[in-house]
């Protein structure tokens, strides 16, 4: 999937063709005040207000308290990405917004627009600093009880979709009953597979702070006694000997060094049962020349920045893998989430 600059007439088409149009004028002017609006409009609840039904301008500006010019210029640029129609002086969501921006729709994508307005955006302010010294920000290390309570949402809210394809069709036993879920927090992986498959159980090791945040999340899901928390540290903590089925280790490789990725893998095959599968799900890293992958490489840059590691390609984490003896089993790239893999391998 690519974020493209598409000609809407003849002209625009000659100037994109002759090379006239600035395009970086479109990058840093035009793309961030986009990215801005949208997270505001979250924050403020512009999306919610109208989908309860404040639908013109004088309405949302009196529920939202928010100054009517100002919102109305917001207005006609979230009108113009597709968020709202407007007719007869009403806004109405579209399809789109109303399934991913607005609250309580199970594929929203609320909660990591609040976090990115509220937490993330002053990360990139370090972005110089991380090209000049290659040390990122260590986000984990200095979130608050608030922000952690964000970044949970965030994280819920990212993984909503990717975790009904992952239930689907990620390949694990039939007859598994056990499950390490590494750093899996919110737990959306692991009730997806415990639903999938009724005999299987779970276990979440996750930071303390995250659990604390995390587990009201969890319980919204139902799942009683199937899935637990077990806190702890997936650097130090030992993962037992022949005691799982599965394994998962999900949007946690991008934060560890290659050293301490292998040291995990190493500890993974000895707690896995014969037969039990290993998956790292993960951003791909693209090949530099490789076909171009918006969303690979700007993951790829923006965890560097805020863990100091980055995505990794498919071809590294096999050979984690191998080097623990674990043997390849299969690659499943999302249909739903572009760049996305499950790499999978088998004791």
Same mark, same amino acid.
């Not at 039939?174 to 750093?183: C, F, P, R, Y």
């Given at each position: 999937m690519q974020l493209t600059i598409s000609p809407e007439n003849p002209l625009e088409w000659l100037a994109l063709r002759a090379n006239l149009a600035p395009i970086p004028l479109l990058h840093v002017q035009i793309m961030p005040v986009l990215a801005k609006a949208v997270l505001e409009a979250a924050d403020k609840g512009v999306f919610d207000a109208v989908n309860n039904g404040a639908n013109t301008l004088d309405e949302l500006a009196a529920v939202l308290n928010l100054n009517p010019k100002a919102l109305g210029e917001l207005m006609g640029l979230l009108t113009a990405m597709g968020y709202f129609t407007f007719h007869n002086d009403r806004f109405t969501l579209t399809k789109m917004a109303r399934r991913f921006a607005t609250k309580d729709d199970p594929y929203s994508?609320?909660?990591?627009? +609040?976090?990115?307005?509220?937490?993330?955006?002053?990360?990139?302010?370090?972005?110089?600093?991380?090209? /000049? =010294?290659?040390? @990122?920000? /260590?986000?984990h290390d200095s979130l608050s009880t608030e922000q952690w309570r964000y970044y949970q949402e965030a994280m819920v809210a990212a993984s909503s979709t990717e975790a009904r394809e992952f239930g689907r069709r990620a390949p694990v036993p039939?007859?598994?009953? =056990?499950?390490?879920?590494? @750093?899996g927090s919110h737990g959306q992986h692991s009730v997806a597979l415990c639903r999938k498959l009724p005999a299987l159980t779970s276990v979440i090791l996750d930071l303390p702070a995250a659990i604390e945040q995390a587990a009201p999340l969890l319980d919204r899901q139902g799942m009683g006694d199937r899935i637990t928390y077990r806190p702890g540290n997936a650097l130090t903590d030992d993962f037992g000997e022949n005691t799982f089925d599965i394994v998962l280790l999900s949007s946690l490789a991008h934060h560890f060094t290659p050293d301490q990725n292998q040291l995990v893998t190493t500890k993974v095959a000895r707690a896995l049962r014969p037969g039990g599968v290993f998956i790292v799900n993960e951003f791909s890293r693209p090949e530099l020349g490789a076909k171009p992958n918006l969303i690979g490489s700007s993951t790829d840059l923006f965890y560097g920045l805020s863990s100091t590691a980055g995505n990794y390609s498919v071809?590294? +984490?096999?050979?984690?893998? /191998? =080097?623990?003896?674990?043997k390849q089993h299969k690659v499943v790239t999302y249909r739903t989430m572009p760049g996305r893999v499950m790499v999978v391998a088998k004791k």
């Open positions: 994508v609320h909660g990591m627009m +609040i976090f990115n307005n509220r937490v993330v955006w002053d990360w990139m302010n370090h972005l110089g600093d991380y090209l /000049q =010294t290659g040390k @990122g920000i /260590q986000y039939k007859s598994a009953t =056990t499950m390490l879920d590494i @750093g071809a590294e +984490i096999q050979q984690w893998q /191998q =080097t623990a003896g674990l």
